[in-house]
């Protein structure tokens, strides 16, 4: 089954060539999955090459040089990992050489066959496009949460680009993740001020069962209160870690929240903020870590236009 999986992620998502040299990226929590999409992959009659490293800490730490070193000196390169590739300077590097980077952190066999993995990404393309035009175009984001709206957290995005991850890779230095769907963006540094409600799951924590209330004053993290609110924390750093990084909305209609960040901030309806590194999608964040928190049915209006509500994603 992986084998026919395979085939298709390459033809309609990563636009691959015959002539392609593919390099997969692991980690010792990911090796046994990753080995079998790098069998496939071989089974599909393309050159590949396998690597593996020690697992790293936490999201948006940097891989070993020799890693590095490979990511650049191949065409396509899949990062199987348990923690996130995505927001490092490696996976820069390799995208500036015209490198198509395609980081899975955390991916399960589960995605392949049953989750994100299987959706139309036509359709996940065309939602996400049209919703980072709204927000590449906007000034302020609010977004409330909270059984009443009671928490509100409002971002200063104006002069910030955003960004589609669609899943489609056609040009070369195309990066972004796969399974995908999200349109995100970097705020301005400093200009986030509020409140909001975690109610879905964060990035080396997982799915929560208790939601915990994130407090930003200045752009800065300054309170996490709930039972994992000092576990964020403490993943975080007490540096520029604790600066919001990204905000992002989810496209995908046949992602699931199951605790894997992953799946989890592409699932369509939802919106998630992260903290920590940014300096690699247009912001100035450089802090070695990159951790995503998901809330579920969030009010999201950009320049006061609704676009996400009770799970809906609007662009009209």
Known sequence: ???SIIKNLFDHNLYAAQDDHILVVADFEKETLARNVYQAIIDNHYSAEFIIMETRSKSGEE???????????VTICLCITEHSLTHTLARKAASA???????MPGVTEDMFTEGALKADYRQVKQLTNEVTNILDAGKSVTIKTGENGEYELTIDVEGQNGISSTGVFEQKGDSGNLPSGESYIAPVKGKANGKILIDGSIAGIGKLSMPIILTVEDGRLTEA?????????AILGTGDGRFLGELG??????????????????????????FGTNITFGGTINAGVHIDCVTLKPQLAIDGKII?????????
Not at 63 to 73: D, I, R
Not at 225 to 233: I, K, R, S, V, Y
Not at 254 to 266: C, P
């Open 1 to 3: 089954m992986l084998k």
């Open 63 to 73: 891989p070993p040089a020799s890693v590095v070193a490979a990511m650049e000196q």
């Open 97 to 103: 050489k015209g490198v198509k980077v395609i980081t």
């Open 225 to 233: 209160e709930g039972n994992t609110g000092e576990q964020l924390l």
């Open 249 to 274: 909305i989810g496209t995908n209609h046949t992602a699931r929240v199951t605790g894997n960040i992953l799946e989890d901030e592409k699932a369509y309806g939802t919106v998630h903020v992260a």
């Open 308 to 316: 996400v509500e009770n799970g809906q994603v609007s662009v009209v």
